[in-house]
């Protein structure tokens, strides 16, 4: 979704895609991929700010290191400039953890490039190589949660890595959007998904890939 007081300007250099409804995350998202066949994909949350200026240069870069990375993602901050996720791992009862939650933006720690189980879809570059060779999102997590993880977990399972750029730096404003109560709203559809994804992935060790 596109705010109308700002698509104006640059108009000419926006393709704009409206819905009679809301299709939440999975299929209008499908939809770009396949309508744009010859260009990888940046998924970006409308709860999301940038602050770094070189942002989509760094992701670009890090993807493209080598020819076995498939996806890359950067350092998501909380509204607090501390660290929500610098990448994130798998269990085998379906949940995951965000890696460095709650710990300030410049530890050390989290600030070097390095191979994760998966990268959150707020922000999230997808290599054309990568979508041809494993496909689009699993539409079976219609409307949204679980699908960028799954993707992600099916190019490991393919032989191809997710990669953190801490370099890109976005601020997400959590739960702006869907909510946080998992008994309600669109949020309610994260513990429905995490059903589908233990499902999708049975008799998987998928924490076999959380390091690569």
């Known amino acids: 979704r596109v705010i109308d007081d700002f698509r104006y300007p640059f108009r000419d250099r926006l393709d704009v895609y409206e819905f009679t409804e809301n299709q939440f995350f999975v299929k ?3 939809f770009v991929i396949n309508q744009y066949k010859d260009s990888d994909i ?14 989509l240069c760094n992701l670009f870069d890090a993807a493209y290191i080598s020819p076995f990375i498939g996806a890359a993602g950067g350092k998501i901050l909380s509204a607090d400039r501390k660290i929500s996720e610098a990448g994130g791992e798998m269990y085998k009862n379906g949940r995951g953890r965000n890696l460095g939650r709650g710990a300030e933006a410049d530890s050390p720690e989290f600030n070097f490039q390095r191979y994760v189980g998966f990268v959150s879809g707020c922000l999230l570059y997808m290599k054309r190589s990568a979508i041809e060779q494993c496909g689009m999102l699993d ?3 219609h409307p949204m949660y679980y ?6 977990y099916t190019l490991h399972m393919a032989g191809l890595k997710t990669i953190y750029e801490p370099s890109c730096t976005v601020i997400h404003r959590e739960g702006s959007t869907a909510g946080t109560d998992v008994n309600s709203g669109m949020k309610r559809f994260q513990e429905i998904n995490r059903s589908k994804f233990l499902e999708k992935f049975s008799g998987i060790n998928i924490e076999e890939y959380n390091h690569q």
């Open 139 to 141: 539409e079976d997590f």
């Open 147 to 152: 699908e960028d993880v799954a993707w992600q």
């Open 28 to 30: 209008p998202n499908n």
């Open 42 to 55: 940046v998924l970006m949350n409308d709860d999301i700010e940038i602050i770094d200026d070189h942002w």
